[in-house]
C-alpha cells in the first residue's frame, strides 16, 4: 500500500521536530559543558514577573501569552497560550533553559520538549501565600540567583502577611467569582483555584466553595448562593460583558450583588498570577469587595 498525503504530511512534521531536536541537544551539550544559561523562554505569567523580578531578563528571548506583565515582557516573541505550546514554536528559538510554569502542555509538547535535552525548569504552582514563596526560589535555582530568590521571597511574604492581616474581618464579603459566562451559562471558582486562594486571602468567602475547580454552575445554585459581590477579570472577550448585562442574568438579578450592581473587576494576572503583586491584589481586592458589599447589603 503507498503512503496517502496525510502520511507524507505526518512524515514532513516529524522530520521538522527531529531537525529542532538535533540542533537542540547541540545547544544542551554547549550548557553542560559549563556554559551559564544565556537564551531562557519563560512560561507562565507569574514565572516571567520573577525573572524579571530577579534581574534576569537579559536572558529572556520569547515568553508565552499569559506573561503580560511588566509591559516590556511584550516586546519579547510570544510562543503562544501556556497550555497549547508548540514544540517547533519554542524549540525552534534554540534556547538553552525553559522555566515552564506547573501545568504547561500540552503533555505530548512538553515530552518532546523534555526529550531535545534542552534544560527545563518546572515550577510547582499553588493557591497559597506559601506557594509564592516556593515559586520564587524555584525559579532562583533555575536562574542561579538563589541568595536574590531567597530576599525576594522573603520580602514577597511579608507584603502578603501585612495585606492578609490588613484584610481579616469578621465581616467576611460573600463573593462568587466568574470566570467566563459564554452563551449565558455562569462559569465559576470553586475550591483548589487561584480565585479561591485569593478570595480568602483577601477576607471574602467563596460562595461555590463546594465544588472543585472552574465550573459551569446552574442558575438555581447562584441563586441559592446569594453573593454579596461578584468578582471578574478585567479583560476582552466574555469578560467584557457590561454590569447591566451581568446583573440581569437570571440567576444574579435577585442576589444582593445585583441590588447595587456590587462587581469587582481586576487585571487578570495580578489577580490570579500568585507572584510578586499578589500582596497589592489582596489589598485591592479586599477594599473592592468590601465597598461592594457595603453598598450591597
Known amino acids: 500500500m503507498r503512503p496517502g498525503p496525510g502520511m507524507f504530511a505526518f512524515m514532513r512534521a516529524v522530520l521538522r521536530v527531529g531537525l529542532f531536536v538535533a540542533a537542540a541537544l547541540a545547544l544542551a551539550s554547549q550548557a553542560?559543558?559549563?556554559?551559564?544559561?544565556?537564551?531562557?523562554?519563560?512560561?507562565?505569567g507569574s514565572v516571567t514577573e520573577i525573572v524579571y523580578a530577579l534581574g534576569g531578563q537579559e536572558r529572556l528571548v520569547a515568553r508565552d501569552t499569559t506573561s503580560t506583565f511588566p509591559p516590556e515582557a511584550l516586546d519579547?516573541?510570544?510562543?503562544?497560550?501556556?497550555?497549547?505550546?508548540?514544540?517547533?514554536?519554542v524549540i525552534g528559538l534554540a534556547p538553552d533553559l525553559i522555566i515552564a510554569l506547573e501545568g504547561a502542555g500540552?503533555?505530548?509538547?512538553?515530552?518532546?520538549i523534555r526529550e531535545s535535552g534542552i534544560a527545563?525548569?518546572?515550577?510547582?504552582?499553588?493557591?497559597?501565600?506559601?506557594?509564592?514563596?516556593?515559586?520564587?526560589r524555584a525559579v532562583g535555582r533555575a536562574l542561579g540567583?538563589?541568595?536574590?530568590?531567597?530576599?525576594?521571597?522573603?520580602?514577597?511574604?511579608?507584603?502578603?502577611?501585612?495585606?492578609?492581616?490588613?484584610?481579616?474581618?469578621?465581616?467576611?464579603?460573600?463573593?462568587?467569582?466568574?470566570?467566563?459566562?459564554?452563551?449565558?451559562?455562569?462559569?465559576?471558582?470553586?475550591?483548589?483555584?487561584?480565585?479561591?486562594?485569593?478570595?480568602?486571602?483577601?477576607?471574602?468567602?467563596?460562595v461555590m466553595a463546594g465544588i472543585s475547580g472552574y465550573k459551569p454552575v446552574s442558575d438555581e445554585a447562584v441563586m441559592a448562593a446569594a453573593p454579596d459581590v461578584?468578582?471578574?477579570?478585567?479583560?476582552?472577550?466574555?469578560?467584557?460583558?457590561?454590569?447591566?448585562?451581568?446583573?440581569?442574568?437570571?440567576?444574579?438579578?435577585?442576589?444582593?450583588?445585583?441590588?447595587?450592581?456590587?462587581?469587582v473587576?481586576?487585571?487578570?494576572?495580578?489577580?490570579?498570577?500568585?507572584?510578586?503583586?499578589?500582596?497589592?491584589?489582596?489589598?485591592?481586592?479586599?477594599?473592592k469587595m468590601r465597598l461592594a458589599a457595603r453598598v450591597a447589603n
Not at 106 to 112: I, K, N, Q
Not at 123 to 136: L, M
Open 32 to 44: 553542560r559543558a559549563g556554559e551559564a544559561p544565556a537564551r531562557i523562554i519563560a512560561i507562565g
Open 76 to 89: 519579547l516573541p510570544d510562543v503562544g497560550y501556556i497550555r497549547a505550546l508548540s514544540a517547533e514554536g
Open 106 to 112: 500540552p503533555p505530548e509538547v512538553m515530552a518532546v
Open 120 to 136: 527545563l525548569a518546572e515550577i510547582p504552582d499553588g493557591y497559597d501565600a506559601a506557594a509564592i514563596s516556593t515559586k520564587i
Open 145 to 206: 540567583l538563589e541568595a536574590k530568590a531567597e530576599i525576594l521571597a522573603c520580602t514577597v511574604d511579608a507584603a502578603i502577611a501585612r495585606a492578609a492581616g490588613a484584610a481579616a474581618s469578621a465581616d467576611r464579603p460573600r463573593a462568587l467569582f466568574i470566570l467566563s459566562m459564554q452563551g449565558g451559562r455562569i462559569m465559576a471558582a470553586g475550591a483548589d483555584t487561584h480565585a479561591d486562594g485569593i478570595i480568602r486571602l483577601a477576607g471574602g468567602d467563596n
Open 230 to 263: 461578584v468578582v471578574m477579570m478585567d479583560r476582552t472577550g466574555d469578560h467584557a460583558i457590561s454590569d447591566e448585562m451581568l446583573f440581569a442574568h437570571p440567576a444574579l438579578s435577585s442576589s444582593p450583588a445585583a441590588s447595587a450592581h456590587a462587581v
Open 265 to 287: 473587576r481586576l487585571d487578570g494576572m495580578k489577580l490570579l498570577g500568585f507572584g510578586p503583586r499578589t500582596a497589592e491584589a489582596i489589598a485591592e481586592l479586599s477594599d
